[in-house]
Each structure stands twice: as C-alpha cells, then as structure tokens.
Nanobody, 127 residues
C-alpha cells in the first residue's frame, strides 16, 4: 500500500522556520521524483520544491528559492522541507507527492502527473 505521511506543520510568526517531514512507505527507485506542493484557500495547488532520486537534483519555485530546502535521508524513507524566513504568503496546506519519473522544474508542475499523495500538513504564518 502506498503511504506518504506528512508532519511538522504548525503556526509560526513571520521570519521563523519550520521543517516538514514526509514518511515514505512506497517503493521508489532512482527514476522517481519527490515533490512538495502547497495549496492556499481559493488557490490552485502549486509545486514548491522537487527532489529527483538518483541524481539528487533539486528545483524550487521562484517564490521560495533561497528560503526553502528539500532533501531526503539516505535510507530514502523520509523527505524533508526546511522552510526558513517564512512569510504570511507561505500559509497553505503542504503536501508531499511522488511520481515514477523525473522532474525538471518545480514551477508549473502539474499535480495530475503525481499518482501518490500524502494527506497534507497545515502551515500558518502570521505577521
């Protein structure tokens, strides 16, 4: 059974940090792309950051570049999103997702191309 379980969300003030985790209990190989998406109320789900297993190549949306870092542990059982210098506009539900082929961008990343999703974790940033 495919399972992706996010944790680490919460409520913080502007400028603070959070680290999201996604526990992965799914078979993946070097061809898989691991991704973080987010969805704010009334907005479309958008790609935030991606990590390609095998190459370890990462890509970020412009809105988070320099503030967020995506990584995976060596056992490939946990995906992380370190979020620094958080802003109110980062407020959203954050989801991890994976697909069995690589990503080459985090921007304009079609959510429909990802067959596996977690349930999401809420991040709220207040000013």
């Amino acid at each position: 059974q495919v399972r992706l379980v996010e944790s680490g969300g919460g409520s913080v003030q502007t400028g603070e940090s959070l680290r999201l985790s996604c526990a992965i209990s799914i078979y993946t190989n070097s061809g898989y792309c691991m991704a973080w998406f987010r969805q704010a109320p009334g907005k479309d789900r958008e790609g935030v950051a991606v990590f390609n297993q095998g190459t370890s190549a990462t890509y970020y949306a412009d809105s988070v570049k320099g503030r967020f870092t995506i990584s995976q542990d060596n056992s490939k059982t946990t995906l992380y999103l370190q979020m620094n210098s958080l802003k109110p506009e980062d407020t959203a539900m954050y989801y991890c997702a994976t697909r069995p082929y690589r990503c080459y961008s985090a921007s304009s990343l079609p959510p429909g191309t990802f067959p596996y999703w977690g349930q999401g974790t809420q991040v709220t940033v207040s000013s």
